[in-house]
């Protein structure tokens, strides 16, 4: 819908209440460059509510959902750099999102979104995510959704059928593929 909104010059909480007046679905992604490196953030709204919100720090591998991605977002507002998207959703989408997605959740009464703007942007988020692990690994995915031991007990096929190496045939120093044919499927 609206492509790189400045947010040195736009009101965020006008932003807002045009898009709850107006029913939205869809985010707003906002991005900026934070202390350390580029920053990213979104907040979702379905049919003019907003309904979530997560931040990213890219350089850190760190994301946070819910509230205090929300603070953050507004935060990122007040940053000197900072620009904002606005992708419009079917509502089944963004109700998709939140149902994978149920730590994104976050709800901001009326009196938050009227006061959703920063006055001069703040590094302390920042530092309070420098402690904060990354999960950006695949096992630390799987142990955040408690899938490592699920997963860990499965064989793999390999394990339970023998397998069989194709012959591997050189002609004038290079391998020649194996024929398909005759193949099991």
């Known amino acids: 819908m609206k492509k790189e909104i400045d947010l040195t010059r736009a009101s965020f909480p006008s932003l807002l209440k045009e898009l709850k007046e ?3 679905s869809g ?3 906002i991005t900026i460059r934070g202390g350390n490196g580029l ?3 979104f907040v979702a709204f379905d049919s003019g509510k907003v309904m979530a ?7 850190e591998g760190k994301t946070i959902k819910g509230k205090p991605a929300f603070e953050r977002a507004v935060n990122a507002t007040a940053a000197p750099a900072a620009y904002a998207d606005v992708i419009e959703l079917r509502p089944e989408e963004v109700q998709n999102f939140l149902s ?3 730590n994104a959740a976050y709800a901001p009464s009326e009196e938050e979104l009227a006061n959703a703007k920063a ?3 703040s590094l302390k988020f920042e530092e309070e995510v420098a402690g904060l692990p990354a999960e950006s690994t695949q096992q630390s995915l799987l142990n955040k959704y408690k899938l490592a031991d699920v997963l860990a007990g499965f064989k793999k096929k390999e394990d339970t059928e023998k397998r069989v190496e194709p012959k591997i045939e050189e002609e004038e120093g290079r391998i ?3 024929s ?3 193949t099991n499927k």
Do not use: L
């Not at 919100?53 to 890219?58: C, I, R, S, W």
């Open 180 to 182: 398909f044919t005759g």
């Open 27 to 29: 985010y707003v992604a």
């Open 53 to 59: 919100a997560v931040y990213e720090y890219g350089h």
């Open 39 to 41: 920053e990213d953030g």
């Open 119 to 121: 006055e001069k942007f």
């Open 176 to 178: 020649r593929p194996p």
């Open 100 to 102: 994978i997605e149920s």
């Open 22 to 24: 107006k029913k939205f």
